[in-house]
């Protein structure tokens, strides 16, 4: 006979009731999802049922008004902003969760963790500002016109870095202590220990947490908006302007009529369709860790 | 020359009736002196252990001879794992743990400040009670300690990983999967790896923290006959409460028992005289179970 809760477990009275409104709840997430999901499809399919999906991409540029759909140097620029972001958080976040928990005094680590925290909750706007007030006139100095591919990276960098430096932190508290004393036991320094046991054996934790800072870095709007320079362009260095999708939508949602509304939303249909691939190699990669 | 390599590690043939046995059979251990000249290899004096201001340990002082099996026995908490523990000072991954005491190893005392305690835990290693085989594959297992201690080249790496799978009984089983991951062998496959672990690093001292007791009946017979196998050219300090096991297969045995405040050594001497003609009546009833 097979356990489960229905056979081992005789549910009482309000048992049944809890269980009846967590399905509800779960239900309704679900739900949510999807309609989403619909309503966006819904939205788009006025373009999408007489413009084919490739022209979004080979189009000559982005000119809603000339029926021009071009969308591949904004997705290039948030494609672009994002991996750049990640490609600096993961590793300072990964050197940062090693700090406070390996490294650091039990005091000055939980003064630390609280400020990673408080990073964790300034409102992205508030980057925006500081990027726009701060960092972008800055570059500026150094290579005009400072609203750039490299202000926005920099800006989404610090965003996301309290995202991964904090999953990264609960992934190596995950692992078992005995791990590290195994090692200390055979000679291993803390550094080889850390490298050589115990990241490995967090390594899942670590990912799923990257990947979840890249679904943020992706989303993000507003910080992006104010330090990117938001001309639709091919990036061709770090230094051009360039508009990311997110910023699009923002920007030209407010006066979009027709075909033109209707391609803002395909594009926050690609933004949709990036997030959850990325959440699917998150799934694939768990699972494939799993068999390990 | 390269330090690590020792006579008896001329490259084995693999196509040898010897390599050919799927049974489990012992590899080519290096024969050592006659056991049970008693020449101390570690002297403790006067040892104490408190953790954060509670004793665990109070005033053990017991040799170590080499070469022997020493066992350790008595009731749970009653300070034999932090005995061991102080041993190869991995004690000093304890927050709160403070040690005094002498222990004399190599002519030295181990906790004066400057020994090289990387090096002194590659001379004493130490087997833990749960199998802990990195999350790494089982080449990477016994290659990661051997690299941390200078040993580089492939061949040499290659040869000391066959070396102490044969050495633990484990070759015939792992041979054609060495970049498995470890952990899906089997827990007493998984005990015998830890072993060959600590075995590749070449150390004088063994401490064993009941291997045994996280095993089924088979494997842990194996993992026995195994340490026996380690007499003469390892010293095996073993904390065991299997006193059957104790019996069978140590030349030493020290009798621990929970003090007023702190863990003692009630009597130390040979195994035979312990179990058979204990001098202390608490022995006598331990052994006998009458107590504990």
Redesign the interface.
Known sequence: MTLSPRNTLSLSRADRQLAAVLRLCALLAVVVVLLILLFLFGESWPILSHVPVWRFLSDDSWHPGQALYDMSPMLTATVLSSAGALLLAVPLGIASALFSSYYAS?GLAAVYRRLIELLAGIPSVVYGFWGLTTLAPLLGQWHPPGVSLLSATLVLALMVLPTVALTAEAALLAVPQ????????????RW?SLV??VL??A?TGIIAGALLAAARAIGETMAVLMVAGNVVQMPHSLFDSVRTLTANIALEMAYAMGDHRAALFVSGLALMVLVLALVGLADAYKGQAAH? | MNPFLLDSELPADPNSAEAQQNAYTLGPIQAGPACCEPTPLISVEALSLSYAGKPALSDISLDIYQGCITALIGPSGCGKTSFLSAL?R?TD?I?GCRVSGRIHYKSRDIHATGQDV?????DI??I?Q?P?P???SIRRNIE??LR??GMRHAADLEQRVQQVLQDVGLWAEVKDRLDA?A?ALSGGQQQRL?IA??LA?QPKVLLMDEPCSALDPLSSGVVEDLIQSLRGRYTVVIVTHNLAQARRIANYAGFFWVGEQAGCLVEFGRCRQIFETPRHELTAAYVNGARG
């Open positions: 039990p005995h791990y590290y004393r195994c090692a200390a036991a055979l000679g291993l320094s080889s050589g046991v490995p054996a390594r390990d | 190869n991995l991954l927050p990387q090096g002194l835990r590659r290693g130490m833990f749960k802990t990195f999350p790494l990661l300690p941390e201690h991951p952990q830890c672990r600590a690093l």
